[in-house]
């Protein structure tokens, strides 16, 4: 995305059946095929973030849980994002020929993480 530091591009395969009805809402409301299926997505999450969090199952502690195992995984170093991006830095530090041997994926910063 042009001049955009802070996203991420995510490809969606849908039959054409399912395009032209997107393509069709979308137009009804004026609006491109991105910014209905951007609405969609979000209006979908919240509905569905509320009701995790009025379970009950959701709660502050077990973000602070997660958040702590994440920390004491990972340490300061982060995953990039971007699925694709990993396995482009994955294939640029293995070998060619190695098949399948496996490799730890790097980190956003470039540093290898141990499985």
């Given at each position: 995305?042009k001049g955009s530091d802070n996203k991420s591009?995510?490809?969606?395969?849908?039959?054409?059946?399912?395009?032209?009805?997107?393509?069709?809402?979308?137009?009804?409301?004026?609006?491109?095929?991105?910014?209905?299926?951007?609405?969609?997505?979000?209006?979908?999450?919240?509905?569905?973030?509320?009701?995790?969090?009025?379970?009950?199952?959701?709660?502050?502690?077990?973000?602070?849980?997660?958040?702590?195992?994440?920390?004491?995984?990972?340490?300061?170093?982060?995953?990039?994002?971007?699925?694709?991006?990993?396995?482009?830095?994955?294939?640029?530090?293995?070998?060619?020929?190695?098949?399948?041997?496996?490799?730890?994926?790097?980190?956003?910063?470039?540093?290898?993480?141990?499985?």
């Amino acid at each position: 995305m042009k001049g955009s530091d802070n996203k991420s591009r995510f490809t969606l395969d849908m039959a054409p059946e399912l395009r032209m009805r997107l393509k069709i809402a979308a137009a009804r409301r004026g609006i491109t095929m991105r910014q209905y299926c951007l609405g969609a997505i979000q209006h979908q999450l919240d509905r569905e973030e509320v009701g995790v969090f009025a379970s009950g199952a959701f709660n502050r502690e077990a973000i602070d849980n997660a958040r702590s195992l994440r920390d004491s995984v990972f340490g300061d170093r982060r995953l990039a994002d971007d699925s694709a991006e990993l396995i482009r830095q994955v294939r640029t530090v293995s070998p060619p020929g190695r098949g399948n041997q496996r490799h730890a994926p790097p980190s956003s910063d470039g540093a290898s993480i141990a499985n």
